[in-house]
């Protein structure tokens, strides 16, 4: 059940569902809901609505995609917020849990939602993120789908203020390049309230050469996990070839090369006792990628599955270290994204929803 975090417009995804963060008279109205009955065909989908009838807060109901490259449009009507004290947060968690019920139903493989209530109804986003994470989590009808949650923009996700600037101040003592920091800093949020990163932040600015903001090599700042090559290990030569000079054959060679990511992973799952469901729902995985790496000893996984399963197993940064080494990679103190994900595994904080709510706030992809 991989849970995914990213930015764009909810009209425009390819999943076989997009949910419609509907009114309870299922009528056409303004923000997520007025853009997909104009993308779906708004007389079809209108007609369609009201054979229906209504829907109340909280539960869910399903109409064919028409002009949407999605199939279905689940239309769950949220809550408005009220302050917290009308029973806002279990109708928002039953939005989700009834909507992932009614795409299971429907044999739906891949679905996108729109971080409900949190635009005219007026929901606080920080707070309507968490009640989405948990209740998508929670939810026994997401295992074999792909969830995405589409946000207008990566403003959407506030960290708190501590881990914000936790993290800035760890990416200013470790980084061996100019950070950038805007991706974490909200609108209208001021500067000056991080302490000596902002001012530090100029003046790294002020001196970065300006053909970096052209250069490709820029995107190195993003550290997105999109550079997966793995980087090339020593030649395993047998210490009696060394000393003898016999010649080492390669069957010799393989015979003797060490256990693969594949071998490791699995022998580490086996020496904490954990299930291997327990291990990729906590990594985030999808269960059809668990069982490829189970049946093949030689998988080659993308250092991001690596590291999702380094945080499933809670690994500290010596073993972490070990097992990108098996698959050919390593973190590096110049990827911002390996900085943050180096500071969840330095603080003992192995929430990979967490870690990726804070990779997508400071423009990194989340694992």
């Keep these: 059940m991989p849970f995914i975090l990213k930015t764009g417009d909810i009209t425009r995804q390819k999943t076989q569902a997009i949910v419609n963060a509907a009114n309870s008279a299922l009528r056409q109205g303004g923000g997520v809901c007025g853009a997909i009955f104009k993308a779906a065909g708004e007389e079809k989908l209108r007609e369609t609505c009201e054979k229906i009838g209504s829907c109340p807060t909280g539960r869910a109901v399903i109409t064919p995609g028409f002009d949407l490259d999605a199939e279905y449009i689940i239309h769950?009507?949220?809550?408005?917020?009220?302050?917290?004290?009308?029973?806002?947060?279990?109708?928002?968690?039953?939005?989700?849990?009834?909507?992932?019920?009614?795409?299971?139903?429907?044999?739906?493989?891949?679905?996108?939602?729109?971080?409900?209530?949190?635009?005219?109804?007026?929901?606080?986003?920080?707070?309507?993120?968490?009640?989405?994470?948990?209740?998508?989590?929670?939810?026994?009808?997401?295992?074999?789908?792909?969830?995405?949650?589409?946000?207008h923009d990566r403003s959407w996700v506030i960290l708190p203020d501590e881990r914000q600037r936790d993290i800035i101040g760890y990416l200013e003592e470790k980084s061996t390049r100019p950070p950038r920091y805007e991706g974490a800093l909200r609108t209208g949020e001021s500067k000056e309230g991080l302490g000596d990163a902002a001012p530090r932040q100029r003046r790294l600015k002020s001196t970065r050469p300006a053909k970096r903001e052209s250069n490709a090599d820029f995107a190195e700042d993003c550290c997105c996990f999109m550079r997966e090559e793995p980087s090339p290990a020593p030649p395993n030569i047998t210490p009696t070839a060394k000393k003898t000079g016999k010649k080492t054959t390669l069957r010799e060679i393989l015979s003797s090369a060490e256990e693969t990511f594949s071998q490791m992973l699995l022998r580490i799952i086996d020496e904490k006792g954990y299930t291997d469901s327990e291990v990729y729902k906590k990594a985030n995985v999808d269960r059809r990628l668990f069982s490829k790496i189970r049946t093949n000893p030689d998988y080659s996984p993308s250092k991001s599955t690596v590291i999702s399963f380094a945080i499933a197993l809670e690994l500290d940064g010596e073993m972490t270290g070990e097992l990108l080494a098996k698959a050919g990679y390593a973190l590096s103190p110049s990827a911002k994204a390996d900085l943050i994900v180096s500071f969840f595994i330095e603080r003992g904080n192995y929430d990979i929803f967490e870690l990726n709510e804070t990779l997508f706030a400071f423009d990194c992809n989340p694992l």
């Excluded at 044999?107 to 993120?129: C, D, M, N």
């Design 76 to 151: 769950t009507p949220g809550p408005v917020w009220e302050g917290g004290g009308k029973n806002e947060e279990n109708l928002l968690y039953l939005s989700y849990q009834n909507s992932l019920a009614l795409a299971h139903e429907y044999g739906v493989k891949s679905i996108s939602f729109p971080l409900i209530s949190s635009g005219i109804y007026g929901y606080p986003p920080r707070e309507a993120l968490q009640v989405a994470r948990r209740a998508i989590v929670d939810s026994p009808f997401g295992q074999d789908m792909d969830i995405y949650l589409v946000l």
